[in-house]
């Protein structure tokens, strides 16, 4: 599996709605995932999840952005062509313009050192599951 290394100035973000549908994704989502625009919206946020991560994670973020917090924390995310990338990801409820519930993604890269003790900790967690 390749491993893409965002650089340094990479911020992607991406919107979906209330169920974890995309709505917006930025450029740099498109070029790292693999995707273009028109394939990601429309389709499940969980279209880029990696089968490395942990389901704790994934309930630990819909359980925060679902009483309305804000959510922070590492993901391993999986290509389109079968390879992976790690962000730090700020996930942000949001009320959208139709008065509807939302949800804002905003991901840069982590460091070598938060990459490898979440490797280790999700290795863990996933052997519990």
């Known amino acids: 599996m ?10 992607l973000v991406s919107e979906t709605d209330a169920k974890g549908v995309i709505t917006f994704a930025n450029d740099d989502f498109c070029k790292i995932a693999g995707y273009t625009l028109d394939e990601l919206i429309g389709q499940p946020h969980n279209l880029v999840r990696h089968t490395d991560m942990p389901k704790a994670a994934f309930k630990s973020l819909w359980d925060t952005v679902q009483k309305g917090d804000i959510w922070t924390g590492y993901v391993k995310n999986a290509t389109k062509d079968g390879g992976y990338y790690w962000v730090y990801a700020t996930v942000y409820p949001f009320d959208t313009c139709d008065g509807g519930k939302g949800y804002l993604s905003c991901r840069r890269k982590p460091s070598i050192e938060e990459v490898e003790e979440h490797e280790a900790l999700y290795k863990e967690w996933k052997k519990a599951e």
């Not at 390749?2 to 911020?11: M, P």
């Open 2 to 11: 390749k491993e893409t290394v965002l650089d340094d100035y990479a911020f």
